[in-house]
């Protein structure tokens, strides 16, 4: 089966839209219900396009009222330039949507009042999505951008506390502005779980990126990081500090002023192999 006819089968509805869909039918606002859907249908797609395109494993596409997830099977490995370009396929989709509707609206295909409401639906999904808020896609380039700065481990608790505060100023916002909007609240609640859950899942999630370091694919690294540490310091802390897209190379300095190298794959190794998950570095030097 062709990768991109393969996506269609991992679309998968959230609960969440189930609810929009049953307030639609009881107001009988199917026409909206229909543009709604299909604009999130659509972002999701094209995320998901995106990374079929650099060959991601793509676990399934979930449709949410406001955007959606296309949950892969990649932890924080692939290239920087790919996890971007799959982030920006979403919104992307956006742009040729209006384009199209524009068009429609032209020859008279769609009513004043059809374009008006698809501009309505179109541009708030693109807006709540480019919040930098994890997981819209804005929070997912607020990760991307402290990747690159930051170790993986660190850049995914800044991420989530940059995101937690961002979400604080929403929640204002809806507040002050449309406090009486029930479908904002059921947005800020559904990323209030999310970030708790994310939180929660912080040390699988790092985890997983060291796991895919050791046992994944290698990927060719261009640039090299070398990690200073003392021969006292734990293994764990020191792949605590593993940037992602770099080779590393742990610079262990000695009670005697000497300098021992190690390969970043020796410490995954002990780690994951050996077990020595609580060793000193010293182990490693000694044996």
């Known amino acids: 089966m062709n990768k991109y006819i393969a996506l269609w089968t991992k679309i998968h509805v959230h609960p969440l839209l189930w609810l929009f869909c049953g307030i639609a039918v009881i107001t009988a606002r199917f026409q909206q219900l229909f543009l709604l859907f299909m604009i999130v249908l659509i972002h999701e797609l094209g995320h998901a396009a995106a990374a079929a395109f650099f060959s991601w494993r793509i676990k399934q596409i979930l449709l949410l009222p406001f955007g959606g997830v296309a949950e892969v099977e990649e932890y924080g490995n692939r290239p920087f330039r790919e996890e971007l370009i799959v982030t920006l396929a979403g919104p992307a989709q956006h742009l040729w949507l209006m384009a199209v509707a524009f068009f429609l609206w032209k020859i008279g295909f769609i009513s004043d009042e059809g374009l008006g409401m698809f501009i309505h639906y179109n541009t708030a999904i693109l807006l709540i999505n480019l919040l930098p808020i ?12 402290f990747t690159y700065y930051f170790p993986f481990s660190e850049a995914h608790q800044k991420t989530i506390m940059f995101s937690a505060a961002a979400l604080v100023f929403l929640v204002i916002g809806i507040l002050l502005i449309e406090p009486k909007q029930l479908d904002l609240w059921i947005i800020a609640a559904f990323l209030t779980i999310s970030l708790q859950q994310e939180w929660r899942h912080h040390p699988y999630i790092v985890m997983r990126f060291l796991l895919e ?58 780690f994951f192999t050996e077990k020595q998950t609580d060793a000193p570095l010293s182990l490693l030097i000694y044996a």
């Open 134 to 145: 994890w997981p819209l896609d804005g929070g997912k380039l607020v990760f991307l951008f």
């Open 213 to 270: 370091r050791y046992y994944g694919k290698r990927s060719d690294y261009t640039k090299l990081r070398t990690i200073t540490a003392s021969e006292e310091e734990r293994i764990s802390n020191v792949l605590q500090k593993f940037y992602r897209g770099q080779k590393h190379s742990v610079i262990v300095a000695r009670a005697n002023h000497e300098r021992v190298t190690l390969d970043e794959n020796e410490l995954l190794h002990a």
